[in-house]
């Protein structure tokens, strides 16, 4: 089973949020929404959860029913005039399920978020981390096909945030049910999803899987989102880029901003390939974790690239290569 | 913040206004009530008023109208004034605008005002009653239906929640849209109906604002005299008018009586409030601390 | 009241008024500035402001709704005033709901209703003021 949007156009006020998103998301899978804030990824989000109905378009699943996400919200919204206990069983209670059932269905489940002790605690006795359990455990217990997550991670801190994700991963795997989250961070999303759409100014600019993302951006928008990468203005003769550090072949995505894309990892190298770039002086090196964050001049322009050799010295020049053929937008 | 000394400091004006205005005229209604009031030589000090009151039986019944009349028209207010907030949360743009001023109009006028288009429009002689004679749809100014000044108070009722309404409107307006968060939208994510939605998040939520809602209509519909002695009937009096009778009724020996009752009508009205804040604050616990 | 000798006099109606009206006052106020806590004070005096720079520059203007709210509710509070102007202000001190009711009780409508137009006019057209006076600068809404 797969869940399908058709052209959703969303308008709010006469601005169009939301410009013709089609998209297919698959059963049992984790996708990211990724994308910058004020992008439309809330507002997509609440028409998968059926909050809001798009001004045109359609959200439907192949199996004929209509699905309906169950959202984890970004302010987490837990009931605040109910106990964690009533806000985990509102969804079974509005269902009128037995009290045995709900009474035993919430203790599992918060056993497994481990927030059993929390049961009588109200929301704003609860710190971040444990108001996001209790929304996660809210949602959980109505056993969702389709779980939606807005920005779920963005307020805990790194550790709180690498536990949650592996968590949320177990879940899945153990429910088998299709998650969708947005965030605006990228690790976050290549960490925790299968696929990645990119949604920038309406409009999902690219899907795929986190590596096809990140070493194949399409377009100049999502390279620009994903940063990490220098972009050097010049003029396109034919084939040929031609500008103050680099001429030679390329490879052209879309010729309106002629410009090439140096991302700092992945396409610089000093190993000789069929491709020499330029010639270039070591200005800085910065330490980042494994790598090194060089500072290159070439001629007066400056441009950054990873690097994990550990050859380089401060003010001597080196020859540089493209790993492949480079690209410009 | 502010250190105790200089909070004391800070409130002094206030507290001096209050104890020579408030305080005074309570405690030395609560003494002349228990049969202190030098001016016609009455020292002792009794609770016979007290007990006179309460073995009256015209006392009684009219108190007991008087309690259920504030109840029915203070928690008609709330429950009408509840479903125009809600409906007017719900309505955007130019309407809401246009509506919002318009709730505001009768909480401007004072009470008389309204009276006196009441008796215009609905009495059995007013314009109502005249343009259904026009049309010949009633024979004479009898068939109307007495509306003013009659057995079930409607006139007052009606008088009261045209300006109880508004201010229930007003003052739940402000709590729903000073949540800036819409907890419906969550209650229907789960599965909620329209109703389960209402009645889980939004009635507790909002049971604050509307108790003391409640609580101030109730008081005023029970102490209120104005509107009562206007438009009420005769026979079946309401107790702020039973009590000015009393006390326009110049004989100054019925003084401690007449301070009797009202420091009853007072504690009355006052132990009720604390119960009812007393119920709404046990009905939020979430709200504390 | 009697014994203070303020009963029939200015002062007397005044007060009385004030009473009425500082229960609805410090509820709006209080209610306003229970929004925003004392944490922008906290910011103010932070930032080297003395108690009455910041009573004045932050204070006030964060408790403006308010203000606005408690203006108007205790003009219409005081304004509506009937009984406790007519025995304070021994009938000497006639407001408009005072001059209105007797009227309205002797069923004489058309002097009452004068008496209504102009009270109608005399309330709204200072609220109106005030309201428009006391926006010192319009939110505006970002889409």
Redesign the interface.
């Known amino acids: 089973m797969s869940y399908y949007l058709e052209a959703i156009n969303q308008e709010k006020n006469h601005r169009r949020i939301l410009k013709n998103i089609s998209l297919e998301i698959n059963d049992n899978s984790i996708l990211a929404i990724l994308g910058p804030s004020g992008g439309g990824k809330t507002t997509l989000l609440n028409i998968l959860a059926r909050i809001d109905q798009p001004s045109y378009g359609k959200f439907y699943s192949s199996d004929n029913i209509v699905p309906k996400g169950i959202m984890i919200f970004q302010d987490y919204r837990l009931f605040p005039n109910m106990t964690v206990f009533q806000n985990i069983a509102f969804g079974l209670r509005v269902k009128k399920k037995s009290r045995s059932l709900i009474n035993i269905r919430c203790q599992k489940i918060m056993k497994t978020m481990d927030i059993a002790d929390l049961a009588e605690y109200y929301p704003h006795e609860l710190s971040g981390g444990q108001q996001q359990r209790v929304s996660l455990a809210r949602a959980m217990i109505l056993q969702p096909k389709l779980l939606l997550m807005d920005e779920p991670f963005s307020s805990l801190d790194e550790n709180l945030r690498l536990e949650m994700l592996n968590f949320v991963k177990k879940i899945q795997e153990k429910f088998k049910m299709t998650i969708v989250f947005v965030t605006h961070f990228k690790t976050e999303a290549y960490l925790l999803s299968n696929q990645v759409a990119i949604l920038i100014d309406g409009q999902i600019m690219q899907k795929g899987t986190p590596k096809e993302i990140e070493t194949h951006p399409e377009s100049f928008a999502v390279a620009k989102f994903l940063g990490q990468a220098n972009f050097i203005p010049g003029e396109l003769d034919e084939n040929c880029f031609i500008s103050s550090i680099y001429r030679g072949p390329v490879e052209i995505k879309s010729d309106s901003r002629q410009l090439l894309y140096i991302p700092f990892s992945n396409l610089i190298t000093v190993d000789k390939t069929d491709y020499f770039a330029f010639e270039a002086v070591v200005k800085e090196i910065n330490w980042i974790v494994n790598e090194n964050r060089l500072v290159l001049n070439i001629d007066q322009v400056q441009i950054q690239i990873n690097s994990n050799s550990s050859q380089f010295k401060i003010g001597k020049s080196y020859k540089f290569y493209f790993k492949q053929l480079p690209v410009v937008f | 913040m502010a250190s105790k000394r200089k909070l004391v400091l800070l409130l002094t004006p206030f507290c001096i206004f209050f104890c020579l205005f408030f305080l005074n005229a309570f405690l030395k209604s609560i003494i002349t009530s228990l049969g202190y009031y030098p001016i016609v030589k009455l020292r002792k000090i009794t609770l016979d008023y007290y007990l006179s009151a309460f073995s009256d039986p015209s006392f009684i019944t009219i108190s007991l109208r008087t309690f259920i009349f504030s109840m029915i028209s203070a928690a008609f207010a709330c429950i009408i004034g509840l479903f125009l907030a809600l409906c007017l949360q719900r309505t955007t743009g130019i309407w809401k605008k246009v509506f919002t001023r318009f709730t505001q109009i009768p909480v401007m006028l004072p009470h008389v005002f309204i009276v006196l288009a009441l008796l215009q429009l609905i009495s059995q002689t007013g314009i109502i009653s005249g343009i259904l004679l026009k049309l010949g749809w009633i024979s004479s100014s009898n068939q109307f239906p007495l509306l003013v000044n009659d057995p079930w108070q409607i006139g007052v009722v009606i008088t009261y929640l045209w300006k109880e309404i508004p201010f229930v409107v007003v003052s739940l307006i402000l709590v729903l849209s000073s949540m800036k968060i819409d907890y419906r939208d969550v209650a229907f994510n789960l599965g909620a109906s329209k109703f389960q939605a209402f009645c889980k998040v939004t009635l507790p939520l909002i049971q604050t604002s509307l108790i003391n809602a409640f609580i101030i209509n109730f008081s005023f519909n029970f102490g209120s005299y104005e509107v009562p002695f206007l438009l009420g009937n005769q026979q079946k009096e309401l107790l702020p008018v039973y009590i000015y009778n009393f006390y326009v009724q110049g004989d100054i020996t019925k003084m401690p009586l007449v301070m009797a009752l009202n420091v009853i009508l007072s504690v009355f009205s006052i132990i009720f409030a604390l119960i009812l804040l007393k119920i709404s604050k046990s009905l939020s616990k979430w709200n504390q601390g | ?1 009697i014994k203070y000798g303020i009963n029939g006099s200015y002062f007397g109606v005044v ?2 008024h ?2 009425f009206c ?1 229960p609805y006052a410090i509820k709006l106020l209080e209610d306003n500035l229970a ?1 925003y806590g ?1 944490k922008y004070e906290g910011v103010s005096t932070n930032l080297g402001a003395n108690w009455w720079q910041t009573f004045i520059r932050v204070t006030l203007p964060l408790s403006k709704n308010g203000l606005k709210g408690a203006i108007l509710m205790t003009y ?1 509070v005081s ?2 005033q ?2 406790a102007t007519l025995m304070i202000g021994d009938g000497k001190y006639l407001t408009l ?1 005072v001059r ?2 007797p009227f ?2 002797a ?1 004489r ?1 058309k002097i ?2 004068i008496y ?1 137009i102009t ?2 006019i005399v ?2 057209i200072p ?1 109106y003021i005030i309201e428009k006076v006391l926006i010192f600068r319009r939110g505006r809404h970002l ?1």
């Open positions: 009241m007060s009385v004030c009473m500082l929004l004392d219409i304004m509506t009937y009984l709901s209105m009711f309205t009780q069923g409508y009452a209703a209504a009270f109608l309330t709204i609220l889409s």
